[in-house]
């Protein structure tokens, strides 16, 4: 199977789009792997400049969700975590221990972390919206101070340019 990707600027630095034949597989912030030889460059495919453009929404303050087909690849349990994510809604946050037992399985806080570190869909699956049982920003892959931009962004504190 090849893998369409494409690039864009934005906010918290370059962005990297995957995409099997429908469905995105990939959001990766830099650093970013090299395209690998199953992968072919797809600036100007439909689906990839849809995505694009939902991001370059979202970055503006103008879209509160995506709509956009995900097939994200992990284990059962990390579907399971990246599904509830999905599930947090815009602007809000919640703890590690609170997504756990959304996922009915409350004694899980330092699994659920893990799955969220291996969430491969960044920003549109918002893994950014967990924060530690104390309101303190942790375990973001990006980046700390990539996530307060996003929950900056996500709480109304500005618009950010792309």
């Known amino acids: 199977m090849t893998v369409r990707y494409t690039t864009m600027p934005s906010p918290i630095d370059e962005l990297l789009i995957l995409a099997d034949e429908n469905r995105l597989v ?60 999905r599930e947090i809604p815009y602007g809000q946050t919640i703890s590690y ?27 549109i699956v918002p893994c950014h919206r967990v924060i530690g049982a104390n309101g303190a920003l942790t375990g973001y892959g990006g980046g700390l101070g990539r996530k307060q931009v996003l929950l900056s962004l996500e709480q109304g504190v500005t618009a950010l340019p792309v």
């Open 26 to 85: 990939g959001l990766v912030m830099l650093p970013h792997p090299e395209p690998g030889p199953d992968w072919a460059r797809a600036d100007h495919d439909p689906f990839l400049v849809e995505a694009r453009h939902q991001l370059e929404a979202y970055f503006a303050g103008e879209r509160t969700d995506f709509e956009l087909p995900l097939a994200p690849e992990g284990t059962p349990f990390q579907q399971q975590v990246w599904a509830a994510l």
């Open 97 to 123: 221990g609170e997504l756990a037992r959304r996922i009915g399985n409350p004694q899980a806080s330092r699994a659920v972390g893990l799955a969220n570190g291996r969430n491969p869909i960044s920003v």
